[in-house]
């Protein structure tokens, strides 16, 4: 695998987590007991070898942008900040892209932050770590802005092929962070941020025209393993840290075999390996701000607590985000 950038550091910039928020869709549906999903039934057991008790399904009236929506709302008021604000709306989606316009402006009319540059961006799972490195580069560049609303929200389960096990799996969800400028001297905030692209693994996983059915090759979960250490050793490098020096390792979670590649290839305590997988699914871009969000509510992740996000995705993308909550 190659790597074409040695990313970007933050350290110092003043740039932090100021908020955190996330929604998830009414119905949860559970899987401990028999389950039929596009007229194929699954028992628990099903279930239980895969490693997800429960998703979300967001019903037709919650669209992709009303989930965002919400997830925005939600770290605004986390951070005790009105949506007029914002200088910058970025939301990252995969699984409801469309032509024109894009999603982001329609979001940030909803909020209320009619004054901020909005667009949308990509990378699949990635997305997330996508954004928020677009954001802070942004913030930096811009003098006059100080703050950024950085959404993802997928709704996964439309991207299952019906009668596949994915439709155990693929959840629906947003989550959303609101990033600002602060004192450059306070310890905690952005620390660093990374990511990359191997062309030539490009079509490892694919959603097409018509139907977009995800369709992931056998080789994806070494894959996704080998780009996720990559992720973390060059981030751990080169701000000259070590694996047990992290807090949590926050992932974007894919499944059982992947995560378990992961810490057993870091040497990673497994009670620092924090995803919330088991009970919300892989919600492809939305599951690391979800996962800060509900797990900081919860008091699982507390301030000062420094936490290492890797990402994978279609593309092939593979970037994380090292942090100091």
């Known amino acids: 695998m190659r790597t074409r950038t040695e990313g970007r550091t933050w350290t110092g910039s003043g740039l932090k987590f100021a908020g955190l928020g996330h929604y998830f869709p009414r119905h949860q549906r559970r899987h401990d007991t028999e389950v039929t999903i596009s007229g194929r039934t699954y028992g628990p057991e099903a279930a239980a070898e895969l490693g997800v008790r429960s998703l979300h399904v967001a019903d037709e009236d919650e669209t992709l942008e009303f989930m965002a929506v919400r997830a925005a709302e939600a770290a605004l008021a986390n951070a005790g900040r009105e949506a007029g604000e914002a200088d910058l709306v970025i939301l990252a989606n995969w699984t409801d892209r469309q032509w024109i316009p894009e999603i982001a402006p329609g979001v940030a009319h909803q909020l209320g932050a009619d004054k901020a540059l909005a667009f949308d961006v990509c990378g699949a799972c990635t997305g997330f770590v996508h954004g928020v490195q677009t954001a802070a580069s942004m913030l930096s560049a811009h003098p006059g802005w100080q703050r950024a609303v950085v959404v993802a929200a997928d709704r996964f389960t439309r991207r299952a092929r019906p009668g596949t096990r994915g439709q155990l799996v693929?959840?629906?969800?947003?989550?959303?962070?609101?990033?600002?400028?602060?004192?450059?001297?306070?310890?905690?905030?952005?620390?660093?941020?990374?990511?990359?692209?191997?062309?030539t693994e490009a079509d490892t996983v694919a959603a097409r025209p018509p139907e977009g059915f995800l369709r992931p090759k056998p080789e994806l979960i070494d894959l996704a393993v080998r780009s996720s250490l990559r992720v973390a050793d060059n981030v751990l490098s080169r701000n000259e840290l070590k694996t047990s020096d992290i807090d949590w390792l926050v992932p974007h979670p894919g499944n059982n075999a992947i995560h378990a590649g992961v810490r057993d290839g870091l040497d990673l305590d497994p009670a620092k390996f924090l995803t919330n997988f088991a009970t919300?699914?892989?919600?492809?871009c939305a599951s690391i701000p979800i996962a800060l969000s509900e797990f900081t509510e919860s008091g699982v992740l507390n301030s000062g607590d420094l936490v290492l996000s890797t990402a994978v995705g279609s593309g092939w993308y593979y970037g994380g985000l090292l942090y100091r909550l």
């Open 170 to 199: 693929f959840g629906d969800a947003a989550g959303a962070v609101v990033l600002e400028k602060g004192d450059p001297d306070d310890p905690s905030g952005l620390l660093d941020s990374v990511l990359d692209c191997d062309s």
């Open 280 to 284: 919300r699914g892989n919600t492809g």
